[in-house]
């Protein structure tokens, strides 16, 4: 009940209006429907037999009467019900879009990118068909199996048992069937994420394909997920297949068990022919709506495991979330604190990849973190603006621990340029302004010119208007490094984070770009994560990560006396330092 009252929070009222009006025609529908048999028969006993051709005409105009009524009832139904599955369909995938944008990034973790995608399309999908056909057949069906047997026994009490043995029998074999088709098409869902999967790792990465020649594998890695997909679908659905001979030899067994009976009571006068010729009609409506039933039951078997998926979606509950009341809602300056700073992604002690961590960064200061790969220097910083939570000890930004600020104030006060550098489609204009929206000409020019981007944008034919392909692949990685630079800096935040993100710059055009960072933005706090020694040195305060701990902080200079593995990494650089200088200053024009 819980489910759907969130599937159903929020629907628009014309839907809902929609979805009343569905049930109720397609009441209709059925009543005209039932009583169109019942005229044919009094035609046929009472105004053909005794050629009564006033009542014949009398009673056949009342019978097309009832026929466009009850055609305008399915024809209203009809469209009643898709305007209300659009709607609810639409409803629910709003919702659960807003439910993934509240997930922290162990949320997104846990369920994967693909398997996403699939529950807002696919089981989607599959929920909206049942929702039309729950207000649509759900209500025909039913009405018709009761009207059609209570005008059945009207007509004959006795003939009526044939159906009603029929009915219990045909009953078993759709539940057994839809019951055990239901584990097969829960595992063919899983098969479509994983192929979901594939597919979306091809295209992101498409390049690097191409780059290693990889087609051939990545086609055959492709047949084999569409092929699990096909194995699985078709063992679910031969399970299925199974109600539609199983349906025909009740339903044909019932109408020669009725043709046979029904007959010998017409030939010995104890049921008229026009009676026989309308309770067949009957039967046939009534074996009509076990079929629609089964249909709606092979429905709701695909859809139980989508629905369980959406469900799962919609239950999850957000790790990282803010204070009901009483939210900080201003970040007063930069400052950073970590104390005795734990963290696991699994939320485990004994799986911390962060450990023990005490750090003081004041404001407007430059800090360097360096250290080798997993050492922990992208999950140090990303707890800075709460895209996880330490499960022991705290982070402090401002002198307030970031837990009790407001997501918003928190995250509009920090800047974070990650590693990967993400553009979407649009003009360079458009991507920016994903820093502030309302930025002026002039301040996204200041912006640009800090991340020495402007020379570049001004370069192209459009300028700030030229247009970017998906992901910004019309353009190079160090131009998109400088683009994530320029847009973080037009939040003017208080805290600028940089994970490895002039790693496709040249050395004198990252040389400028901190340049103009400490005389642009000196109030600004400006976290540098990097590889190359020269990317920090001149930094107040370098931190060397190990292993998830802190192994060192200080200068420079302090560091080259005192950490061996700052000694390590500088002197494995050194041999580039000396050309790093003179690109340096051949670039500044020195």
Not at 13 to 39: A, C, H, Q, S
Not at 346 to 365: A, P, R
Not at 395 to 423: C, E, F, H, P, T
Not at 440 to 468: H, M, N, Q, R
Request: with cysteine; proline share 2%; aromatic share 8%.
């Amino acid at each position: 009940m819980g489910t759907i009252k969130k599937i159903t929070k929020g629907m628009k009222k014309r839907y809902w209006l929609f979805t009343i009006l569905t049930p109720i025609t397609m009441i209709g529908e059925v009543f005209f429907e039932t009583v169109i048999p019942y005229l044919m028969a009094l035609i046929i006993d009472k105004g053909i037999a005794d050629q009564n051709i006033k009542y014949v005409l009398t009673t056949g105009a009342f019978m097309i009467g009832c026929s466009l009524v009850s055609l305008s009832c399915g024809i209203g139904g009809a469209r009643f019900a898709a305007l209300a599955s659009q709607g609810f369909s639409h409803n629910l995938r709003s919702i659960l879009f807003n439910k993934v944008q509240s997930f922290s990034f162990s949320n997104v973790d846990k369920f994967s990118t693909a398997s996403l995608v699939t529950r807002l399309t696919t089981d989607v999908t599959n929920v909206q068909n049942v929702f039309q056909m729950l207000i649509r057949i759900c209500f025909r069906a039913p009405f018709m199996l009761i009207a059609g047997c209570l005008m059945a026994i009207k007509i004959n009490a006795s003939l009526s048992v044939v159906f009603l043995i029929s009915i219990p029998v045909l009953a078993f074999f759709i539940s057994f069937i839809s019951l055990k088709a239901y584990p097969r098409f829960s595992e063919m869902l899983s098969k479509y994420d994983v192929m979901n999967r594939i597919v979306q790792e091809n295209l992101i990465a498409i390049r690097v394909v191409k780059a290693f020649v990889r087609g051939d594998y990545e086609n055959q890695k492709f047949e084999q997920a569409a092929d699990d997909v096909k194995k699985t679908q078709v063992c679910a659905e031969r399970l299925i297949l199974w109600l539609l001979p199983v349906m025909q030899i009740v339903i044909y067994s019932t109408l020669i068990a009725v043709f046979w009976l029904g007959g010998r009571k017409v030939v010995f006068g104890s049921m008229l022919a026009g009676e026989l010729i309308s309770f067949l009609t009957y039967v046939m409506q009534i074996l009509t709506s076990l079929m629609m039933i089964g249909m709606i039951f092979v429905s709701v078997v695909l859809s139980r495991a989508s629905i369980r998926r959406i469900s799962e979606v919609l239950d999850e509950t957000p790790d990282i979330t803010e204070k009901t009341a009483s939210c900080v809602q201003t970040v007063r300056d930069g400052s950073i604190v970590f104390n005795n700073v734990n963290f696991s992604y699994s939320n485990n002690v004994e799986n911390c990849v962060l450990n023990d961590i005490n750090l003081s960064i004041k404001n407007g200061q430059t800090v360097g973190i360096i250290g080798g790969t997993g050492s922990g220097k992208s999950t140090l910083i990303s707890l800075v603006p709460r895209l996880y939570d330490c499960f022991d000890g705290s982070v402090k930004v401002g002198g307030v621990d970031v837990r009790d600020y407001s997501l918003k104030a928190l995250r509009d006060s920090i800047a974070v340029v990650l590693q990967k550098n993400v553009l979407f489609k649009g003009t360079i204009r458009d991507n920016l302004l994903w820093g502030n929206k309302d930025a002026s000409d002039s301040e996204i020019k200041a912006a640009c010119d800090a991340s020495d981007a402007s020379s570049f944008i001004e370069s192209f034919a459009d300028g700030y208007d030229t247009e970017l392909g998906q992901g910004g692949v019309n353009i190079s990685g160090g131009q998109k490094q400088r683009l994530c630079i320029a847009r973080a800096l037009l939040k003017k935040p208080k805290i600028l984070i940089l994970d490895d993100s002039t790693s496709a710059v040249d050395m004198s055009t990252e040389a400028r770009i901190r340049t103009n960072l400490k005389q642009m933005f000196p109030e600004t706090t400006k976290i540098i994560i990097a590889q190359r020694i020269s990317s920090v040195q001149d930094a107040d305060m370098i931190i060397v990560m190990n292993d998830g701990k802190i192994d060192g902080f200080g200068n420079h200079a302090e560091l080259l006396k005192s950490n061996e593995i700052y000694q390590e990494v500088y002197n494995s650089q050194k041999d580039y330092s000396d050309a790093d200088l003179v690109e340096t200053k051949i670039g500044a024009g020195e």
